[in-house]
């Protein structure tokens, strides 16, 4: 192949992939429109079968998204989707994991600290089995309330942009409107953002070790994938989970991350977390 073919031909994947986020984004301001429709009224709370709360609000948000993200042509790992077996989505090279409304408990809450979130998902070329076949290419993750987009794609940057439903536009139009991350941020103290809802002695002693090594230490609480967000924009240092979490909780955030230079590690095998695993659930993680 030439080295004018070469460069066509990377052009045209560019081109694929800015294609793919922008469906990414349509997608999430679809669910997001859903969710609102929901959270003004009266919330209904079932359980599924781990206990895990489910509203029509996550039900109508996976409608919209797979409505739009069915017209890509890839397969789609949804959170409220169906049960997939391993070996039909390991044969995967590239796919949507999708978490349609992360932060059910503080929907419920109304405290709006809850997102959309899509991640495009790409066989990564090192060997596939129990650990995961694949790593995050884009990310979206949308804030319905507050009307804030975070998008990020692999050489691309990674933006926050306000006020996401006003705007238009393809994704490069989208970025040059937006912040792009990190944004400069004043802070006077080490910052840990950590889960409201979710707490644990492992982390409890990451703070304590951070405050002996830091000396002033602040920590930031938030609820879903917005924990992974404020260390890509800079308003904190470090997330660290050692909870659970499940892949559609994390991937879309660590698109965002990778893009703002930041990392999101597995600390069972000290590497960038991966994707498409046997079983669903990360490990423990840190952002930084």
């Known amino acids: 192949m030439s080295c004018t073919d070469t460069f066509a031909l990377v052009k045209e994947q560019e081109q694929v992939l800015r294609e793919q986020v922008n469906a990414g984004i349509t997608a999430s301001l679809a669910a997001g429109k859903e969710i609102l429709s929901v959270y003004d009224g009266h919330i209904?709370?079932?359980l599924k079968d781990d206990?895990?709360?489910?509203?029509?609000?996550?039900?109508r948000a996976h409608k919209a998204i797979v409505a739009v993200l069915e017209g890509t042509g890839l397969p789609v790992l949804s959170e409220e989707g169906r049960s997939l077996e391993v070996g039909e989505r390991q044969r995967w090279d590239r796919y949507w994991l999708v978490d349609p409304l992360d932060g059910t408990k503080e929907f419920?809450?109304?405290?709006?600290?809850?997102?959309?979130?899509?991640?495009l998902m790409e066989?990564?070329?090192?060997?596939?089995?129990?650990?995961?076949?694949?790593?995050?290419?884009a990310g979206v993750l949308y804030v319905p309330v507050k009307d804030v987009l975070y998008f990020a794609w692999?050489?691309?940057?990674?933006?926050?942009?306000?006020?996401a439903t006003l705007a238009s536009g393809d994704t490069?139009?989208?970025a040059a409107m937006a912040h792009r991350l990190p944004i400069h941020t004043e802070r006077n103290a080490y910052t840990i953002v950590a889960s409201r809802s979710h707490q644990s002695p492992e982390t409890e002693a990451f703070i304590s070790r951070a405050q002996e090594e830091h000396g002033s230490v602040e920590l930031a609480n938030m609820g879903s994938a917005l924990k992974i967000c404020l260390v890509a924009e800079g308003a904190a240092d470090v997330y660290p989970r050692?909870?659970?979490t499940m892949e559609w909780d994390t991937a879309a955030g660590h698109a965002i991350a990778n893009e703002a230079g930041c990392t999101l590690i597995d600390v069972t095998t000290n590497a960038p977390m991966r994707y498409n695993k046997h079983e669903l659930v990360n490990n423990w993680f840190i952002v930084q």
């Open 44 to 46: 209904e709370v079932q």
């Open 51 to 59: 206990r895990s709360p489910l509203t029509e609000a996550d039900r």
């Open 108 to 119: 419920i809450k109304r405290n709006g600290e809850f997102t959309v979130n899509i991640a």
């Open 123 to 137: 066989r990564d070329g090192r060997p596939g089995g129990p650990m995961g076949t694949s790593s995050p290419i």
């Open 154 to 163: 692999n050489g691309g940057g990674a933006y926050r942009q306000e006020r």
């Open 172 to 174: 490069y139009e989208r």
């Open 242 to 244: 050692y909870a659970p």
